[in-house]
């Protein structure tokens, strides 16, 4: 088997020789078709939810089943505060602003694979 290949093999139980590349660009397609059903199925289900939310409004109430419920959650505000801005104050001003890095917190976030 030639450098970059990997041993797949058919339906008919032969094994050809496919490139990584060939591979790669097979999987990508794959995705990138998932990735467009996802898209058409999110439309239709924000479709549907502004209807839900029309008659939920109707009805006056939530509903709910044995597998779940419908409900209207209501608008609120979600708060959040510039890191950068807090990180140059506590670097620029440490004597008055450095106790503030005792309250950061940093979390690893795992890397993945992109594919657009």
């Known amino acids: 088997m030639a450098a970059g290949t990997v041993e797949k093999t058919n339906d008919n139980g ?3 020789d496919i490139t990584i590349d060939e591979q790669i660009a ?7 078709g998932a990735q467009q059903r996802i898209t ?7 479709d549907a939810k502004v209807q839900l939310r029309v ?5 006056g109430s939530n509903w709910a089943d044995d597998e779940g419920y419908a409900r209207i ?3 609120s505000v979600r708060k959040f505060y510039d890191t950068r801005a ?3 104050l506590i670097i620029t001003d440490p004597l008055r602003y450095g106790w503030l890095k ?5 979390a690893i976030v795992r890397g993945s694979v992109q594919v657009k």
């Open 73 to 75: 959650a209501a608008d």
């Open 14 to 16: 032969t094994s050809p």
């Open 55 to 59: 008659l939920l409004e109707q009805r």
């Open 102 to 106: 005792d309250y950061r917190r940093e």
């Open 40 to 46: 058409t199925l999110e439309a239709r289900i924000s």
């Open 86 to 88: 807090l990180d140059e």
């Open 26 to 32: 097979e999987l990508v397609e794959t995705i990138r």
